[in-house]
């Protein structure tokens, strides 16, 4: 195999990663089809994990692969989720939204609220910088991955519960929820706080029986509640561990 196709095949599956993310963004945005979005999310972090495998598989890395790789990342895990939460806000409370539009009054000031998603992708551009210049570790993360935020606010508009309950409740109310959810998230990226990568080093269970123990209880989850319902559990369990394990451990 030539050096240039070598080099080629990580980068077109890292492009393969931004063009989930751009679709992503414009249908969650033009046909507001949350769900689809998610899914293309979901294709995109594939996409990011083979890129990278085969980085090191043909012995191909670069540069280039790597600014890449943080742009792609960017936009399918910064702007994308930014993007949901966004359309959450507005599309959770349409027919009162719309009522502000139409008729106006003194709480008119509540549209705006949603631009609030903003910060995500803001968080998440600084948490991928930091990630870019700091020394890789195998076993922890600082600070929430920026596909682990984005794949928390992608449970929320997957579970089914979600949608009703933010439609019987005020807007205000709706809102602030919401918005905490975005900012906690942001500040999680932005924190010290150690995260496991989950990464399996062997296939032995004394090295990785947190990672199996969170396998098993996915696993389970999955069959009882479904994958979308059960994807907000699974992410709570993994900040759970992690905050229980990996801190305890890199406790300095």
Not at 30 to 35: Q, R, V, Y
Not at 40 to 54: C, E, H, K, P, Y
Not at 164 to 178: G, K, N, T, W, Y
Request: glycine share 4%; charged share 10%.
């Amino acid at each position: 195999m030539s050096k240039s196709i070598k080099y080629a095949i990580p980068n077109a599956l890292t492009a393969m990663n931004l063009f989930c993310g751009v679709a992503g963004i414009i249908i969650a945005l033009h046909f507001s089809m949350l769900t689809i979005a998610c899914y293309l999310m979901f294709v995109a972090s594939f996409f990011d994990l083979l890129d990278g495998l085969a980085a090191r598989l043909l012995n191909a890395p670069s540069k280039i692969g790597k600014e890449l790789d943080s742009l792609s990342d960017m936009v399918s895990f910064g702007v994308l989720p930014g993007v949901l939460m966004f359309k959450l806000m507005y599309g959770a409370n349409a027919t009162k939204m719309s009522s502000l539009l139409l008729f106006g009054g003194s709480d008119q000031y509540l549209l705006f609220i949603p631009i609030i998603a903003i910060i995500i992708p803001i968080a998440a551009s600084f948490r991928l910088a930091k990630f870019n210049i700091e020394e890789q570790q195998l076993s922890v993360f600082t600070g929430l991955s920026s596909p682990g935020a984005a794949y928390f606010i992608a449970a929320i508009v997957l579970n089914s519960r979600t949608l009703p309950l933010l439609q019987s409740m005020d807007l205000i109310v709706a809102f602030a929820i919401l918005a905490i959810i975005s900012i906690l998230l942001s500040l999680l990226m932005l924190s010290k706080i150690k995260f496991l990568t989950l990464k399996f080093k062997s296939f032995s269970i004394k090295n990785n029986y947190i990672t199996y123990i969170f396998a098993l209880c996915s696993i389970l989850l999955v069959v009882l509640l479904g994958f979308n319902d059960s994807l907000i559990w699974m992410i709570l369990i993994y900040m759970l561990i992690s905050i229980i394990f990996a801190n305890k451990k890199f406790k300095k």
